[in-house]
């Protein structure tokens, strides 16, 4: 039997850095370098930093 193939994006989880535990998840290419965005955090309700961390 053939390996099957790998697929080309990935599912990533981004957590915030403000440590609420808020996050959301986004697609990328297999690729790329680890994403990382400031966007809201409502649970703190300012601007923060969201981290890439492994999809469970």
Known sequence: M???AK????IV???SSAGT???FTKIRPR???K???VKFDPKVGRRVL????KNR
């Open 35 to 37: 994403l990382s965005f």
């Open 31 to 33: 690729q790329l370098p």
């Open 2 to 4: 053939a390996k099957k």
């Open 21 to 23: 535990g808020y996050f």
């Open 50 to 53: 969201f981290t890439e961390q």
């Open 7 to 10: 697929a080309r994006t990935t």
């Open 13 to 15: 989880r981004l957590v």
